[in-house]
């Protein structure tokens, strides 16, 4: 069974910084593009970040470029996102996804259930 | 970027009857390599994430019940229940992958009559 499990979200404070993790099962990780989509309390579906199979390419949205990472490590089949300078705008909970397998294919089919981060003093 | 909008912003079908949802990009999401439009529909029912439906704006997923159809193309796009069961209450979202960022629509809520 593909499986994509979200950890290392919690309560941090403006400014402060969150490393995410996504551990992906049942999938030859190396072989997909992978996603992190957030969606705040009551909100829609945010695309936050985007990265190839090796990790050499990473496409941010505006909110958040200069202040995510994307990152993954295929020998441990492990997707990441790392969260510098926090905003209470980032409160939300974050997806991580895979993207389809063929070209153009860009759409999201399989999703992990989600971490919760929580940004306020 | 690319704008999403869908409409309405929830509506209310009895039970077996069709549903409707309409999902507007601002500029065209058609991608030339293939000659299909960038479009994928996705379902979000409460506190799960979202499950992907249609993809290619028509291509169902595999294990999405074939009364989920999507159509249209260009700009505007249709996610169609056919019969609604009770277990497709949900929030229903349009996304285009044709270009970063990879936008999505508002959603649109569905409910039972």
């Known amino acids: 069974e593909v499986q994509l499990v979200e950890s290392g979200g919690g309560l941090v404070q403006p400014g402060g910084s969150l490393r995410l993790s996504c551990a992906a099962s049942g999938l030859s990780f190396s072989r997909y593009w992978m996603h992190w989509v957030r969606q705040a309390p009551g909100k829609g579906l945010v695309w936050v970040s985007r990265?190839?199979?090796?990790?050499?390419?990473?496409t941010y949205a505006d909110s958040v470029r200069g202040r995510f990472t994307i990152s993954r490590d295929n020998a441990k089949n492990t997707l990441y996102l790392k969260m510098n300078s926090l905003r209470a705008e980032d409160t939300a909970v974050y997806y991580c996804?895979?993207?389809?397998?063929?070209?153009?294919?860009?759409?999201?089919?399989?999703w992990g259930k989600g971490t919760t981060v929580t940004v306020s003093s | 970027d690319i704008v999403m909008t869908q409409s309405p912003d929830s509506l209310a079908v009895s039970l077996g009857e069709r549903a409707t949802i309409n999902c507007k990009s601002s500029?065209?999401?058609?991608?030339?390599?293939?000659?299909?439009?960038?479009l994928a529909w996705y379902q979000q029912k409460p506190g799960q994430p979202p499950k992907l439906l249609i993809y290619?704006?028509?291509t169902r997923e595999s294990g999405v019940p074939d009364r989920f159809s999507g159509s249209g193309s260009g700009t505007d796009f249709t996610l169609t229940i056919s019969s609604l069961q009770a277990e497709d209450v949900a929030v229903y979202y349009c996304q285009q992958y044709y270009t970063t960022p990879f936008t999505f629509g508002p959603g649109t809520k569905v409910d039972i009559k």
């Open positions: 500029q065209s999401v058609l991608y030339s390599s293939n000659n299909k439009n960038s």
């Open positions: 996804a895979r993207e389809g397998p063929a070209a153009g294919e860009v759409f999201m089919d399989v």
């Open positions: 290619w704006a028509s």
């Open positions: 990265i190839n199979t090796d990790g050499s390419g990473t």
